[in-house]
């Protein structure tokens, strides 16, 4: 059965906990929790930005994958993705989790940023996995906020409460680039992959059927979510996935336009554009020349 979460007062309620002090967020101590039967094999949506900091008892669903640190697990839910229950019932868990509800963070800064925390888009078997000092770290951020959550609402309190949670996110970010650095060896068989998949792809000779390879392809090849694979590639390479995707698409153009006497359109719908003017365009963006330039000048 799938259910759907609207508010923070229904999981208030749902816990057994009293209610709210701002409908818009709230942080709780997972040892509060008591799991019951029937939230197992439940999947759950919800209207609510969800990050759990659990230690390895966790009580979300993951694939578990190699973890750099066996304790401090963070998980990060954007609104509507659908996630699982796996803890055992009365099964303690260790940890925090905050829950708000993106009207509180409507009208500010914040609000603007957060389409730029990739780490929302990461599948859960992405999370991001502290050191007992980086765990201190963004347990103090939490605490701060939970601080002034506590204190009586005033004109203010959503500003301050928005303003530390940007404050919270950007440690995030910064403990998010440590993992990848810290999962170089890794990373690095990542890359060797994507490049192999990439090549094949491209040496094809079915590509005006199958279209261009997307990030979603490449990303589903290597087991890691798009928004994952991206950042990876680009803390290893500088370049994102779909930069990566471009330049073999270039590098293929460049030997076909070399070795073919095919018209430039024929070579686009042969690489997989629906209009060559497309591949025009991209190939300029990246050469600094037209096909047709290219062409004559080699």
Same mark, same amino acid.
């Given at each position: 059965? =799938?259910?759907? @979460?609207?508010?923070? %007062?229904?999981?208030?309620? $749902?816990? /057994? !906990? +009293?209610?709210?002090? &701002?409908?818009?967020?709230?942080?709780?101590?997972?040892?509060?929790?008591?799991?019951?039967?029937?939230?197992?094999?439940?999947?759950?949506?919800?209207?609510?930005?969800?990050?759990?900091?659990?230690?390895?008892?966790?009580?979300?669903?993951?694939?578990?994958?190699?973890?750099?640190?066996?304790?401090?697990?963070?998980?990060?839910?954007?609104?509507?993705?659908?996630?699982?229950?796996?803890?055992?019932?009365?099964?303690?868990?260790?940890?925090?989790?905050?829950?708000?509800?993106?009207?509180?963070?409507?009208?500010?800064?914040?609000?603007?940023?957060?389409?730029?925390?990739?780490?929302?888009?990461?599948?859960?078997?992405?999370?991001?996995?502290?050191?007992?000092?980086?765990?201190?770290?963004?347990?103090?951020?939490?605490?701060?906020?939970?601080?002034?959550? =506590?204190?009586? @609402?005033?004109?203010? %309190?959503?500003?301050?409460? $928005?303003? /530390? !949670? +940007?404050?919270?996110? &950007?440690?995030?970010?910064?403990?998010?680039?440590?993992?990848?650095?810290?999962?170089?060896?890794?990373?690095?068989?990542?890359?060797?992959?994507?490049?192999?998949?990439?090549?094949?792809?491209?040496?094809?000779?079915?590509?005006?059927?199958?279209?261009?390879?997307?990030?979603?392809?490449?990303?589903?090849?290597?087991?890691?979510?798009?928004?994952?694979?991206?950042?990876?590639?680009?803390?290893?390479?500088?370049?994102?996935?779909?930069?990566?995707?471009?330049?073999?698409?270039?590098?293929?153009?460049?030997?076909?336009?070399?070795?073919?006497?095919?018209?430039?359109?024929?070579?686009?719908?042969?690489?997989?554009?629906?209009?060559?003017?497309?591949?025009?365009?991209?190939?300029?963006?990246?050469?600094?020349?037209?096909?047709?330039?290219?062409?004559?000048?080699?």
């Amino acid at each position: 059965m =799938q259910i759907h @979460i609207e508010s923070i %007062s229904q999981i208030h309620t $749902a816990l /057994g !906990l +009293e209610k709210p002090k &701002n409908p818009l967020i709230s942080i709780m101590d997972m040892e509060q929790f008591k799991v019951k039967d029937e939230w197992i094999d439940n999947r759950y949506t919800s209207e609510l930005y969800t990050i759990t900091l659990k230690d390895e008892s966790c009580g979300l669903e993951y694939g578990r994958n190699t973890y750099d640190f066996q304790e401090g697990v963070m998980s990060f839910i954007a609104p509507n993705q659908v996630y699982g229950i796996t803890t055992k019932p009365n099964q303690k868990i260790h940890g925090w989790m905050l829950i708000f509800h993106p009207e509180l963070i409507r009208n500010t800064t914040l609000g603007k940023k957060m389409e730029h925390y990739n780490f929302f888009k990461y599948d859960v078997h992405e999370a991001l996995h502290l050191s007992d000092q980086e765990q201190n770290t963004v347990t103090n951020c939490i605490n701060m906020i939970d601080e002034e959550i =506590q204190e009586r @609402i005033d004109k203010h %309190s959503n500003e301050v409460i $928005a303003s /530390g !949670l +940007e404050f919270f996110f &950007n440690f995030c970010n910064r403990f998010y680039e440590r993992q990848f650095n810290t999962r170089h060896s890794r990373n690095i068989d990542i890359l060797s992959r994507v490049e192999t998949l990439l090549k094949e792809y491209y040496s094809q000779e079915n590509l005006s059927k199958k279209g261009l390879p997307s990030v979603k392809y490449i990303a589903d090849q290597v087991n890691l979510s798009p928004g994952y694979l991206s950042d990876l590639l680009k803390s290893e390479t500088g370049k994102t996935a779909k930069e990566h995707i471009n330049l073999h698409l270039i590098e293929r153009a460049k030997n076909v336009l070399l070795n073919s006497k095919h018209s430039v359109s024929e070579i686009a719908y042969d690489l997989g554009f629906e209009y060559p003017q497309h591949f025009s365009k991209m190939f300029k963006a990246k050469t600094g020349m037209t096909p047709s330039e290219y062409r004559v000048l080699n």
